[in-house]
């Protein structure tokens, strides 16, 4: 992405709004995802209450696990274009290590390193997918002079 994007609100206000669409996807999505692990693993007559008693007690706790990535990944971003002055991918990209790196601190220093590598990977898939999209889909500029002439 080069320059800056106007689109986005300035930074404390982007951690605030990513961790905050961060938690609603993670309760949306855990909530589902509980709702049809509690029917499965509910008694035959009470499948439908063990869902949702499932999805009302594991939905929030997703989205705030959600929550807190997001806006880990939030924090480190801004902090990088900060100390940067760059607006790319190499933020994103340093920041999904670092997240990753600091939620497996409490593994050891082992499972700190393998989390922040696959962070940073699975980040840089993402951003390098968003490129290549980006690309691929881009307008492609007007020919100048005449059209080839045909033999």
Not at 18 to 32: E, P, S, W
């Amino acid at each position: 992405m080069r320059g800056s994007d106007v689109s986005r609100d300035p930074c404390p206000w982007v951690i605030l709004n990513d961790a905050g669409g961060a938690f609603a996807m993670g309760a949306i999505g855990g909530g589902v995802w509980h709702f049809f692990k509690g029917t499965r693993n509910s008694p035959y007559g009470e499948r439908f209450r063990g869902g949702l008693n499932a999805m009302r007690a594991r939905g929030p706790i997703t989205g705030g696990n959600f929550a807190v990535w997001g806006g880990m990944f939030s924090t480190f971003d801004c902090v990088l274009k900060g100390i940067r002055h760059k607006e790319d991918p190499w933020n994103s990209i340093g920041s999904g290590a670092i997240t990753g790196g600091l939620l497996a601190a409490r593994g050891g220093w082992r499972a700190a390193a393998v989390s922040a590598v696959f962070g940073g990977v699975l980040l840089g898939l993402i951003e390098g997918v968003g490129i290549v999209m980006g690309r691929a889909f881009a307008p492609q500029p007007p020919m100048l002079g005449p059209p080839p002439a045909a033999e």
